[in-house]
């Protein structure tokens, strides 16, 4: 007998797992199919493994920054199997985890690569599992969230020996600390991954094809990482063109030009040449798009990126969505973003279906915090200074350094500064960029205010408790028309 679920989700990473609970919690019958792991790229290869070793690797800084000042002297002994053992141990808990909340609202969980085989909206879809066996399920909507994978580009010859990708570095049997670690692109991975090996004692090199790293986030704050970067010992080189990446054998070998060369003379172009024990690539991630039956259900595919409405997350199929990472969502590949798109695309397939507690929602991305986790931690929301100029938005800026802060300073956290963008008209704020500890906390204060259509004062209105590092919101907000404390030199605006 076929069983009929309500939803089935394909894909059990924080898009999928999140919707699956989602659903139960407005009482729908639920299918979660996931082919590897539960928790996705987020707990297995993404998010977690990496803050698990971020999380080593901070301390280490701490105690070798801060340790003498601070009445601590030891010799450290840096135990890099250890970090990672403990990172493997946080990834499987936290699977447990999700494996015990599905149960919890008894969904089914499939095991095996899921796959849409026929039907529609009002008959119910089929979907064929290949997993040890062969399973058939029926779906009166369906939700896929099958997530995405690094990019592999040929050039780049990843053999998953010496060239590899982040989920080959993240293997939980990676053990070894390369002495001489090559990154191909400095983007989020790039900085996350140079922060963390630079810590445990490689000599890192990132090649990134644009001018500068992360080139996302505010100008200044890359500014105040780079400067740290490089502090660390970290070489980043950029405007390279990588042409290719052989395994020499005994380490890597990267050739690269000018990223100004035009494509037609890449050949005749001087090159550089950078040689390591390994290399990591991390230039971009690739939709897990293939071999779900889109095709033959018609369902668009933009370079590998499900075509959805970006509002209600429906494909053009009328009853099923695509979520998070898989999707061309307008937002960006983050886990936070793939559980909205969940909660979003939940209520819409089951007010569809009809009879559930529940009402239609749309998606809304004008506020999505973002982090880096490196030395120091990145947080940005909203707009960056150059977008609301693009966009015509004339706007007033706080700045406050952590070096002024008290808790801060009792902290030994003195770097970095928080910047809070305002619109002139109605002093309502439209983005913020930190760079300093606790950054991406911060940045969540921030998030709710702009999502709440707060005004800047609403925020220096707010008792914010002493001495704490949260206090850098409330001087960065009044810092915007003079007001902060603890700054000196800067007129007041009424
Ligand atoms: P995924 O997490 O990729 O999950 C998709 C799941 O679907 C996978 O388990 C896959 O096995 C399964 N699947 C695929 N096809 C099928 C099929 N046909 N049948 C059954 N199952 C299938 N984001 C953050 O917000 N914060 C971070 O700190 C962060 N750090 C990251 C660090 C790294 C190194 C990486 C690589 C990513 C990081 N991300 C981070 C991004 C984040 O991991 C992704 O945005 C997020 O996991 C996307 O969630 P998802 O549910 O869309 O897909
Ligand atoms: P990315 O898009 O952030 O960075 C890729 C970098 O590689 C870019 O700077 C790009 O210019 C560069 N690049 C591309 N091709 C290149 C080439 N041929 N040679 C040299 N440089 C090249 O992608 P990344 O770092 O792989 O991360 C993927 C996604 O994962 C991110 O977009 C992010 O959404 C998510 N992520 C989020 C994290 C977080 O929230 N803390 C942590 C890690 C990943």
New binding site residues.
Partial sequence: MTEIYDIAVIGAGPGGYHAAVRASQYGAKVALIEKRNLGGTCLNW??IP??ALFASAELIQTIREHGEEFGISCELNINFAKAVERKNKVVKELVEGIAGLEKAWKNDVYNGHGKIIGGNANDGFDITINGEETQNIKAKRIIIATG?S??L?P??NIDHDRILT?DDILHPDFKNVPERLLI?????????FANIFTTFGSKVTM????ST????EEPMVIKELQKKLVEMGINIKVS???LSVENTGSGVKAT?CS?DVPRDQVDSAEKSYFEADYCLV????ARESKDLGLEELSIETNRGAITIDQKTCETAVKGIYAIG?VSLSGA????HIASYMGDVSVVNALVSIGGFPVKERTTDYKVVP????TSPNIGSVGLRRKQAKDLGVDIAMGRFAYMSLGKAKCAGHEEGFIMILVDKKDHKIVGASCIGAEAPELIAEIALAMNHGLTVHDISETIHSHPTISEMVLEGAEDVFGFAIHKKGRPVHH
Avoid: H, W
């Fill in positions: 993404g998010c990496t803050k995405s690094p990019a580009i050039a780049f982040s191909i692109g400095a983007g989020v991975i790039g900085c996350e090649l990134e094809y644009l790293p992360i080139a996302t390279q063109n990588v690269t990223a991390s230039i971009g991630r990472d960006p590949m983050l886990a973002a982090t880096i986790f």
